[in-house]
């Protein structure tokens, strides 16, 4: 490929990348009040924004860098990897994203470039590089064991998954993968179409995070996904006390609690005026259950009497009998049943199938 074309295909991912920054942060800046998850990911998109018109200005109007261009603005892009950590961090703990926690990733990673500021010289460069490299991975690592023990432990205070399931993320992470090496080929190679790819992976990537990140939901109950089996053991061998069970039984058979569409743990906790702590244990281990499997019992038996006695659409049984959508309502009850709502339906119906 001739030199202008490359140069014109290296111009074009560069206003590909700056397009989707822009439209990724547009989506965040408008949820960054949801929570301090979305606050964070806002302002990485602002920095990567910033970033970029940096880069833009030292590339198109005037470099002062000269012959330590590269490894400046390397350093400097570089900055966003403690920012990922984090935003990893608040998925796999939420509401343990503090300042403080900000701090400690995001700091150290601008040692490097101040460094390498007043100290030119390529083995710095190097060092501070691999060392970076090294964090990210480390990070990506840390976060991958961290969210697969998140999704295990969602069952145990959700009783839905839509918006909290972080499933996404593992696709993400396995991309960055990907995106690491064409990273580390863009900046050891400095090749004009490596750059190109890096920057076309890239707004395919953050718009796509960015999507996924305005329609997550931070549930501050997660705290207890680490510390499940320490509270199952200390409340073993506790009995529940009679007044709690009959209270625990009234919210589901006569309260009707399991349709609520967004219930967790914690606002059952504290309707029961009890901890989170307790009546986990008392669902897992008196019950040999999950919250999850228990709240969703009721509701396919709810949305089952809701199919005989009623010609409501499919949708309208899936809400009224508190599902969030209409496939998790067939996913949960063809699990349960073992044949999907419309069979159950028309199997009543013929009076091949008795209600249960």
Known sequence: MERNALDALADFSAGCFFA?????????????????????????????????????????????????????TNLYQATCIPMCVCLLYGLARPGFLTLRALSAHIVPA????????????????????????????????WAGDALRRYNRGIRQWCSYTEGVDVSWVFYVLASFALLYVVWLLASYHGSRWVNALYNFCCSAIFVFVAWCLRTHEVVMCADGVEDDAQAEASACGMPPARHFTEEFRRAFDEGQVFLTPRLTLTLLAERLHTNRTYLSAYINQGLHTTFYDYVNRYRVEYAKRLLVSQESTMEAVALRSGFNSLSTFTRVFVSAVGISPSQYRKAHAGGALSST
Not at 49 to 60: D, E, K, S
């Open 20 to 72: 989707s920054l822009l439209v990724s942060g547009a989506i965040l800046y408008m949820a960054r009040g949801r929570s301090r998850l979305h606050a964070v990911a806002a302002a990485m998109f602002a920095w990567l924004v910033l970033m970029n018109v940096v880069l833009f200005a030292l590339i198109y109007v005037r470099n002062v860098l000269g012959t330590h261009f590269e490894a400046v």
């Open 110 to 141: 601008l040692v490097p470039l101040a460094l390498y500021a007043l100290f030119p010289n390529h083995t710095l460069y190097v060092v501070c590089m691999s060392l970076l490299a090294c964090y990210g991975l480390a990070g990506m690592l």
